[in-house]
């Protein structure tokens, strides 16, 4: 069993360094116990998100994390799944919390795996939601460890 976790960043300079990025997603898999898995994280910039976010979701303009996560014929095949994350989007989001552009990073990376192992939130006060919850618990450890 393994937790492999493939980092890009197509030229995007990102603040969360790859083998950071690596540890994240891999802090999130065993914390939900997961033990074989093939993870893509990937930077994308303002542009190329935009085009994956009207071209997947049908939406306007860039977003902070896109996720595509692949169904397990059974449970023991291993979770196979896609995040998107733009790291502008996560500097807008950043400023906006008052929070350090690392946190916001590792808050989009730990979002969107929780999404490729089939959690999900509601649009609207998706803040409030069990997922959201999970993550920032998550993102709150990770923060305590950060590198």
């Known amino acids: 069993m393994s937790l492999d976790v493939d980092v890009a960043s197509n030229g995007v300079r990102a603040p969360l360094s790859r083998r950071r990025t690596q540890e994240v997603v891999q802090a999130v898999l065993r914390s939900e ?64 919390r008052g929070e350090p552009v690392r946190r916001e990073l590792t808050r989009l990376v730990v979002h969107g795996t929780l999404h490729i192992l089939g959690y999900d939130h509601p649009d609207e006060e998706r803040e409030a939601s069990e997922m959201w919850h999970k993550q920032e618990r998550v993102v709150t450890r990770l923060s305590s460890s950060t590198r």
């Open 33 to 96: 116990k997961i033990r074989n898995a093939l993870v893509s994280i990937t930077f994308l910039d303002r542009r190329a998100m935009a085009r994956l976010n009207k071209l997947h979701l049908g939406h306007a303009g860039p977003t902070d994390v896109i996720s595509f996560g692949f169904s397990r014929a059974t449970a023991s095949d291993p979770v196979v799944g896609d995040v998107y994350v733009c790291p502008d989007v996560a500097r807008d989001n950043a400023r906006v």
